[in-house]
Structure formats: C-alpha cells, structure tokens
C-alpha cells in the first residue's frame, strides 16, 4: 500500500510536468496565457508602481545584482518585522512566548526566510507573533520562491539564447512568477488546506478542559495562510515547532500528499520549461528522468530501513516499523515520501523527526541534500542545479571522446568550466569546513544536547548541509538557537543562495553570447538514454567523492555500531 | 519587448536581440519598492482574501476544529489530549512538554541507537517500560506482542490517532472499566476506525478523543458535544 502511494505520487509529478512545464514556458517567456484578461492589468500597474521598465532587458551582471539587492532588501525587512514584533498587535500574548527573539536568532530567520531555506531555530508556537508569521514569515515564503524561480527563467534563457547579451528582467520575471504561477496556485491550495482542517484565525490560544477534567492550552493562528506556500515556493518552514507533523498544521494524508505535489511538481515541470525553451524537449525529459531514478533510490533506502521493525527493540516484541517521531495518520509510507521529497527539493517541511530515523533512513535524506538537490530541486534552482550536474557529466564525457565537450549546441571551454568546477566545489567546501569546525570547537559541540556519538556528527552534518543546499530541515535533536549555529548556518545559507546562484547566472551570461553550434557526428548527444545514464553516475560519483568520508562517520559508522 | 522563441538569426554579428538594456542606477527603485509592495500584497493582501474567502465556507475550520461540551471547549477533533483512566482508550506517548502540551509541539529527537530511547532516564520513561505498563494495563501476557505505536512518541506529540491494533488491544480493558461488552464497545471502535483516505492515502487510524466521547455519551447520554 505504501508502494502505491509512491508510485502514484510518481505517476502524477511526471504526469503533470509537461502540461505544467509549458504553462511555465509561457509564463517565462512572457507569453500569452489564460490568465491574462484577469491578470496583464495588475501586472501593468505594479510595472508603474515599482518603476519597472519591462522592456528593458538585463545583462547577466545586472540580473545579478538585482536577484541580490532584493535579496538583501527582503532580509531587512523581515529582520525588522522580526525584532519589533513584540509591538506587533494581536496574540499569541507574551507568556507563551518562551523563546526570546534574540538579535541572532532575528538576523538567521531572516537570512533563512529570504533564501527559502526557512531553516528554524526557534519553534513557532513559542517564539512569534501572529503578524510576524504573516507579514514576514508568509510573504518572504512568495517573494524568496518567486525569486528563485525568476532566477531559473533566466538560467534557461541563458542556454537557450545566442548571440545575445542579455537573459531577461530580473523585477518582470520576479513579477510574473509571482502573479502567474505561486499566488492562484496558492490561493486553490490553501481552500483545500483549510477544508480538511487547517486553521485560519488570530484568536488567543485555546483553553481547553479536557475529558478527564485536566487544562489544554492549544495554539492557535493564521496557520493556513503559511502551509501551503511553504512547500509550494520551496521553503518548508512550518508554523509550529513540529512543523508538517503538527496536527493542525497537515492533519489529514491528504493534506500531506497535497504538500508533497505542491513542492515537487513545478520543479520537475521546470525541466520540460527547460527542453522546452532550448528546442530540446527530449534533453528535459532526460533530466527529468535521471531525477525519477535519483528519487527512487532514495525511496527505496529510507523505506527499507524505516519499515523494518527496530532492530533496537528486537526482543521486546514490538510489532511495525520505526514510529519514533512519526505520526499515525501518515505511517511510515507518508513519512518516508516526505523526506524524501522535502530533502531533495530544498524544502524543509517534514513530518516526522529525522532525529529518530534509523542510520540508513536518515543517510537518504542526508545524501538527497548533498548531492545538491539535483532532484527535482528548489524552485528554479532545481534546473541550474541539475544542468550543473549534466555539464560535469558532458566535461567528463568529452575527455573520454576527446573533443571539446559542448551542450545543447553550447561550447563548454575553459571559461565556463571554470563556472562550473567552483559551483561543484563550493557545497562540500562550505558544508564540511563548517562542519569541521563546528565538531572541532566546544561552542559547537555544545548544541549536541540530546544525542552524541556518530549520530551526534550526523546532526551536525546535516544542519550544515541544510542549510547549504538552503533546505532547512534539521535534526531537531541539535541545539541550534545560540550564537554559533545561528551564525554559521546563516553563512551556509547565503553561500547556498547566492553564492550557487551567482555561479549559475554568471555561466548563463557566457553561454547566452555564445553561438549555438551545428550537430556533427563528433557531439555528444544529450537527448538519449545514454547520456541520462552518465549524469546519473557523475551526480553520484561526484557527491560519494565529496562526502563518502564525512558519511562514514556519522550514519554509516551508526549503521555498524549497533 | 516579446521573448521570441523562433531559433534566432544565426548570420548576424551583432548580439541578438537587440533590446535596450536596464542600466544599473534605475535598479535601486524598483529593488525598494519591490520589498515593500510585494511584501505587503502577499502579506497582507493574501492572507486578508484567503481570511474573507474561507470564514463563511468554513467556521469551524478556521476555528481550529474545536470541540465545545456546554459552553465550554473540551478539545479539538484534531490535537491529540491524554488519558490515563481505564475507561478512556489512551493516546500515545507524546514529548510535547509534558505530555500534549498544545503549545509546546515536537517529537523526543532521540537517535535510535540513544540507550535513554529503550531505556530511559530518570525523568523519562524509555520504550522497554512504556511497553511493560502498556502490558500491565491492558492484561496483556509478559511477552504479548504489541503494536509500536503504543510506545512511541510521535512526531508532534499531539498525535490524535492510535492504531486500530493499538486500540484493539485496549477493548477489553475499556469493556470492562465501563462494564459494557467488548462486542458493544468494539463495534464504536469499528465506527470510529478511519481507513486510508481515497483508500490508498495515510494509515489506517482511530481518532482517540472522538471514540472517547462516544463512549461517553453512549453510555451517559451525557451533555452532547456540538462541533
């Protein structure tokens, strides 16, 4: 049964990627579209309001600096709504509110918001206010995921176009992305969300006596207006502390496969927008297949070890596979699907604590993340990410032909090789630098409050790697609210946004004044089996390079212990 | 300025297309105004439609579902509550402060090789013991098997289901606190017994609070609760 549910999942992402995938396509290449009539005036006025010029075109150089001044403009603003929340009117009042909104804790929310990390060090319920949660938390979820898709579009156009200086406008991509794909999307999602229980209020928390005369108090909160923009832009950050497992938060399976779709779809669509654009529709569905095998491998190691009854309680006959951390409405079926999906699509909504996963049930989700999201990926930086993966694989596979290795008609020569080794380079180097330093100093270890051991180097790795690849779902078990992980990770993250987007669009700049070159019988095809076959092994081999010797000491080595 | 996709003219030398280019000082406007305007359509803009579009399709969601016995909010059909006499079916254990604290949510965090997970701490009962007591309660032999839920913390704390299993076991301890039959009070279970939804979505699951209730004014024919 839990088989079927994955493969239905399946079957819908990749049912809906290429009507999805031109509807994008259209979107991104400003063309006409069934919501226009309702839509094309509204975008006209915030043209006029903003002072966007959307017939101007930017160079790589100047979308660049757009993507990050607006970046840093969003940061601010949520920082500020962050630390003077506490003159924000409306509950929750101040006693539920346990954990203080401490500068660091404001300035990592902040960077983690505004880069869809939604990475949390805090728990919802206890630490913000209802109008921060929207006015700052609910918006940086549409602008961040709207930001990064515009970025994508730009990315595609880069390949796509020749002889051209220009990739697009950053403010009218942003604006489209907005308006066209995550609003109305957001809107239907929402009404569902809401019928199947999701609340919608701003009342105080709820007294409640319970059957057996004891006192509940129950959070309360405009919960839905954040739940399903969450997982629709990539971001993943919940209301409440337990985030996708809270019960008011994604009370029904259905709700959970809803959330899981809203975050996979568009991504995956993205790669036929990506075919699509560059006259290679077959090259998208390539990727997007290497994706499907990627995913299922996955799957099958994180079901595998999490159904298992626990080797742990051998001997106590406890019957069914790990519930630690999980809930009952979702099974280890629902559970393991979301890991799976929230960690390969930098998205950190899950429902159930990874903390209590099995060795080899959080390796999954581990190495999902630090392979760099290549499958299906955040919203826009999934393409970027996975064609930076194709191009190492064309590098790689035009040594062993001998050739200058191109792509798509699109010369890769030492200019754009070094793009691409920097963008391959700088996860591992920015995730196990930080993680050595935070196994290497006391401030670091501090946050290892609840395990230690290998599992405790593993909720280090992963809080790095999470952030990173700007995912932000934790090992919950890692004490991360002081000063140093609040730092550090804020470090992961904007190298993680920025510093691999900046790589991205500086390399579309390059391919975007390249011309396109003839097929001969010397280039190496990218629109067939073979070639999925070698991104699929460098994706692989690249990240077991990187990071087979930091995996052996924390999961794989608490795989063997017990 | 239209973004062709037509395959662009390849004999021209000069850059294609050749559009005006966005000079970098008319940035800083729009970057500015972008955050504000932006930030306040979805915001506040958003969430004010979602709020006006869904208070009168759905009162009681929006409310959070709650659960109302004589003027008085007893729960919510979806936060999981605690129950420890013999006559309530019992949720799970939860790591919600302590124990379906609502405003406190989260799992133990605890690595499944942690020995303090098995078995336990001073102030916390590890799963050999939980599964011990769960025997104990419910009359069950010393090496009876039992469903995992019953002694596992979920991941929110609040979790409203068990398993059908796990109330399965808990039937003739209820039956007999409330000296009803077992069948009588194993058909209520079967009433209250979700499956999965659209027959293939989720767990097969019983609400805990919902059958207690039941139980409650079947046999009282208590104050009834309105939703």
């Known amino acids: 049964m839990r088989w079927l549910e994955y493969i239905v999942f399946l079957l819908i992402v990749v049912g809906l990627a290429q009507p999805a995938g031109l509807y994008l396509a259209r979107v991104g290449q400003r063309r006409r579209t069934f919501l226009d009539p309702l839509l094309c005036p509204v975008e006209a006025v915030l043209h006029r309001l903003l002072g966007v010029r959307p017939e101007q075109e930017m160079t790589a150089g100047v979308y660049i600096i757009c993507f990050l001044l607006f970046g840093a403009g969003c940061a601010i603003a949520l920082f500020l709504v962050l630390i003077f929340q506490r003159w924000l009117p409306g509950g929750p009042v101040d006693a539920y509110l346990t954990t203080p909104m401490t500068k660091d804790l404001a300035a990592n929310t902040a960077v983690s918001f505004s880069t869809t990390t939604t990475w949390q060090a805090y728990g919802g319920e206890n630490t913000l206010r209802y109008l921060a949660q929207v006015i700052g938390l609910v918006a940086q979820n549409f602008l961040a995921g709207a930001a990064g898709l515009a970025v994508g579009f730009a990315f595609i156009r880069g ?168 809930e009952v409405r979702f099974g280890v079926g629902e559970s393991v699907l979301t890991a799976i999906v929230t960690s390969n699509t930098s998205t950190g909504s899950y429902n159930s604590m990874h903390d209590s996963y099995q060795p080899l049930g959080v390796l999954a989700p581990l190495v999902c993340m630090l392979l760099g999201e290549v499958v299906f990926g955040g919203l826009g930086a999934g393409v970027y990410s996975i064609v930076m993966a194709a191009l190492v694989g064309v590098f790689l596979g035009g040594l062993m032909v001998g050739r200058t290795p191109e792509y798509l008609g699109k010369r890769i020569g030492p200019g754009e090789t070094r793009w691409i080794a920097l963008y391959s380079l700088l996860t591992p180097m920015v995730v196990l630098a930080l993680t050595a330093v935070a196994v290497g100093t006391s401030a670091g270890r501090s946050g290892l409050v609840t395990n230690s051991g290998p599992h405790g180097f593993t909720e280090i790795l992963f809080a790095y790697a999470s952030s990173m690849t700007n995912n932000g779902q934790a090992m919950a078990g890692l004490n991360a609210n002081g000063v140093f992980y609040n730092l550090t990770t804020t470090i992961a993250m904007l190298a993680g946004r920025y510093g691999l987007a900046v790589l991205a669009l500086a390399l579309a700049g390059r391919l975007a004044a390249q011309r396109r070159l003839p097929i001969t019988a010397g280039t190496l095809p990218s629109d067939t089996p073979t070639f999925g076959a070698l991104v699929f092994g460098t994706i692989l081999l690249v990240g077991a390079l990187c990071f087979f010797p930091a995996l052996a000491l924390g999961p794989i080595v608490e795989f063997f212990q017990h | 300025m239209s973004d062709s996709n037509e395959p662009a003219d390849s004999t021209g030398q000069e850059m294609f297309p050749p559009v005006p280019q966005a000079k970098l000082s008319e940035q800083i406007r729009p970057a500015i105004l972008s955050v504000l305007v932006l930030t306040l359509l979805c915001g506040c803009g958003f969430p004010c439609l979602l709020f006006a579009i869904t208070w009168p399709l759905f009162p009681r969601q929006t409310g959070g579902s709650l659960i109302m016995r004589g003027g008085a909010v007893i729960g919510s059909d979806l936060i999981g509550q605690q129950f420890t006499r013999p006559e309530y079916f019992q949720s799970r254990p939860s790591a919600a402060g302590a124990g379906y604290d609502g405003t406190s949510s989260g799992g133990t965090n605890l690595g499944p090789n942690n020995p303090k997970l098995k078995s336990g701490a001073a102030d916390f009962a590890g799963i050999r013991q939980l599964a011990a007591e769960y025997r104990t309660q419910n009359g069950l032999r010393a090496d009876a098997p039992i469903p995992i839920d019953a002694v596992t913390r979920s991941g929110s704390g609040l979790d409203p289901h068990i398993t059908p299993a796990n109330a399965a076991l808990q039937i003739r301890r209820v039956a007999r606190a409330r000296g009803l039959s077992e069948e009588a009070v194993r058909r209520r279970v079967a009433d209250h017994t979700e499956g999965r939804q659209f027959g293939f979505l989720g767990s097969p699951r019983v609400p805990v609070l919902e059958l207690n209730l039941a139980l409650d004014q079947m046999q009282q024919g208590g104050p009834s609760t309105s939703h």
């Open chain 1, 159 to 326: 390949i796509a176009r020749e002889r051209s200086a220009t990739i697009g406008n950053f403010w009218v991509d942003l604006i489209r992305s907005l308006l066209y794909v995550l609003v109305p999307l957001t809107l239907l999602g929402s009404l569902v969300l809401i019928w199947q229980g999701v609340p919608l209020n701003m009342a105080p928390y709820t007294l409640a006596h319970t059957l057996e005369g004891r006192t509940q108090t129950i959070a309360q909160g405009p919960v839905a207006a954040l739940e399903f923009i969450k997982n629709l832009g990539t971001n993943g950050g919940g209301f409440f502390n337990a985030n996708g497992a809270h019960p008011y938060a994604n009370p029904t399976p259905l709700t959970n496969f809803l959330g899981m779709l809203a975050i996979a779809v568009l991504p995956a669509s993205l790669m036929l927008t990506f075919g699509h654009i560059t006259y290679r529709p077959r090259a998208g569905w390539v990727l997007l297949l290497v994706m499907v095998a990627l995913f299922l491998v996955g799957l099958v190691v994180c079901d595998w070890a999490e159904s298992e009854s626990p080797p742990q309680l051998a001997g106590l006959h406890i019957l069914g596979g790990n519930m630690e951390g999980k």
